[in-house]
């Protein structure tokens, strides 16, 4: 059984599955060279926490979290070492030529990449079957699915061994059985999208109603219907007939929507910037914020009372 974490990158991901490992028991250190991001992600604890009381999620015995600008320090012991820096393939493979000779022989090492494949990442580490993907989403102490992708040369013992530390927390392993790129959250993720902004694009809608769309439509009937059961519900005749004509229809575009690379190109990236789509104030950040913790948690908790009836 695992006892100690080094989560290494406190992004956005990295406080939150920092604070759910510690609160299931485990001693977590956490790593990042900034100290100043060390201090952004202690100020942000007691809201994940209070996050995770709200869950229902009681602390278990033995649990604690530590921050490091030591790496070597960080995975000292680990017995898992969860790499969640930035999504570029240099910057992970430095990562992990640092951990050589820091680790021992017997620790795993996984990556929260969003969706660059396992068996890429795998060629820059000399131990390549002691790693696989562990991919959170955002955000990570809230949502309880975590994807595990194996690599080509991933050991089945260590997908395994994720899949029980995930089973242990009391969240929901996915075993995603090819290693395709985005995995599968994010492709689904992402055709969504593409449509969504070409539809706003095209003028065909605007922002705010495609999003009420959305979210009181399709995605209100996904929170509890997934995709395939919705083709049994729908009925396969149904999306047969409809996806015969609407299919050719879709967009298809294999490039960036210059909807996004104009905003991009402005430094308009949405609440990191104040603005993006929409335009925020300071304020209005933080009360979103806690707006949308309070609704992913009300809505989980309807959904495990739906799987106790």
């Known amino acids: 059984m695992m006892k100690r974490i080094a989560v290494i990158g406190l992004g956005t991901m990295g406080p939150g599955m920092a604070q759910r490992l510690a609160q299931g028991g485990l001693v977590v250190t956490a790593f990042d060279t900034d100290g100043a991001q060390i201090e952004k992600a202690k100020a942000m604890l007691p809201l994940i926490t209070g996050v995770l009381d709200r869950l229902g999620i009681t602390p278990k015995p033995g649990g604690a979290l530590h921050f490091t600008t030591s790496l070597a320090d960080a995975v000292k012991d680990a017995d898992l070492v969860i790499e969640n820096v930035p999504e570029k ?4 493979a430095d990562v992990y030529r640092a951990l050589e000779g820091l680790i021992a022989s017997k620790t795993l090492v996984v990556s929260d990449t969003s969706g660059i494949p396992i068996s890429k990442l795998q060629e820059h580490l000399s131990h390549p079957e002691r790693f696989c993907g562990m991919h959170w ?14 690599g080509a040369k ?113 430094k308009r990236l949405g609440l990191k910037t104040g603005g993006g789509v929409y335009a925020y104030t300071p304020e209005r950040i933080k009360e979103l914020g806690a707006e949308r913790a309070r609704k992913l948690v009300a809505v989980r908790r309807a959904l495990e009372e739906k799987d106790r009836t």
């Open 137 to 150: 989403s955002n955000p990570p102490h809230i949502i309880p699915m975590i994807e595990v992708i194996s």
């Open 154 to 266: 991933t050991a089945p013992e260590t997908a395994k061994a994720i899949v029980t530390l995930i089973e242990e927390l009391g969240l929901l392993p996915v075993v995603v059985n090819k290693d395709v790129p985005g995995f599968v959250e994010n492709r689904i993720l992402y055709a969504l999208l593409r449509e969504a902004v070409d539809l706003v694009e095209e003028g065909v809608i605007a922002p705010e109603a495609l999003d009420t769309c959305v979210s009181w439509g399709i995605g209100y009937k996904l929170s509890v219907i997934g995709p395939m059961a919705l083709l049994d519900v729908a009925g396969l005749d149904i999306y047969h007939s409809v996806a015969g004509f609407l299919n050719q229809e879709l967009s298809t575009r294999g490039d960036i929507a210059p909807f996004v690379t104009k905003r991009v190109a402005e």
């Open 89 to 92: 393939i240099e910057i992970k």
